[in-house]
């Protein structure tokens, strides 16, 4: 079975543009998680989707939105590039909402901005 | 707000040696722990999973978790160079929630 797959892998776009990344999750898998990597930390939780609702949202500005399609793909958009919005960004799937301490992840897409 | 402490390292070790993490957890409720690996460049995979006090064991690896202290630590026996990555500590609070926290993670180098 396909993994988590995310696109794109790696982008580079300049302050004030928009960018939207993709996540398709394992097959059967139906809650998807964002989260955001900077070098030396920790992913920080940005938004929680399960069967097309968002569940959690975690402390990003309003910039940062997502959405859930009907085949479980997600959506992470991002406006008003920022310098500091350079980072991995992570989606993860889990089978079940109870399921999602059990993370699986995608590659990332890792945004740079200049 | 809920915090996961993990030194970050790098924790040096040779190969052969056991290899001890530790991570602390600010949530008295917290019912559910992860240990996740991230090589360099890659994404972080998941390697273990506790929810009750005590050890468990998977192969070369040892979960401990003690909820009264809010400590859990990840032991691996005869580390290999391979073992070399960073590993992230996450937790999953009480109180309904479906949304783990990470910790910064400690990197581990095993040399040869």
């Known amino acids: 079975d396909a993994g988590v797959t995310q696109s794109p892998t790696h982008l580079i776009k300049t302050r004030g543009q928009q960018v939207t990344l993709r996540c398709s999750p394992i097959?059967?898998?139906?809650?998807v998680s964002w989260y955001q990597q900077v070098l030396g930390q920790g992913p920080q939780f940005i938004f929680q989707?399960?069967?097309?609702?968002?569940?959690g949202r975690g402390n990003f500005p309003d910039r940062f939105s997502a959405r859930q399609f009907p085949n479980y793909s997600s959506e992470l958009n991002v406006n008003a590039l920022l310098l500091g919005d350079s980072a991995l960004y992570l989606c993860?799937?889990?089978?079940?909402?109870?399921?999602?301490?059990?993370?699986?992840f995608g590659e990332g897409s890792r945004l740079t901005v200049l | 707000q809920k915090e996961v402490e993990q030194n970050s390292g790098p924790l040096s070790v040779p190969e052969g040696a056991i290899a001890s993490l530790n991570c602390t957890y600010s949530?008295?409720?917290?019912?559910?722990f992860f240990w996740y690996r991230q090589y360099s460049g890659k994404s972080p995979e998941l390697i273990m999973s506790?929810?009750?006090?005590g050890d468990k064991e998977d192969g070369r690896f040892t979960a401990q978790l003690n909820k009264a202290s809010q400590y859990v630590s990840l032991l691996i026996r005869d580390s290999q160079p391979s073992d070399s990555a960073t590993y992230l500590c996450?937790?999953?609070?009480?109180?309904?929630?479906?949304?783990?926290?990470f910790g910064r993670g400690t990197s581990l180098i095993v040399h040869p």
């Open positions: 949530d008295r409720g917290s019912q559910s």
């Open positions: 506790i929810y009750s006090n």
């Open positions: 993860a799937s889990s089978r079940r909402l109870g399921d999602t301490g059990e993370l699986f």
């Open positions: 097959s059967g898998h139906k809650s």
């Open positions: 989707y399960y069967e097309k609702e968002e569940r």
């Open positions: 996450a937790v999953l609070g009480g109180g309904g929630s479906y949304i783990p926290t």
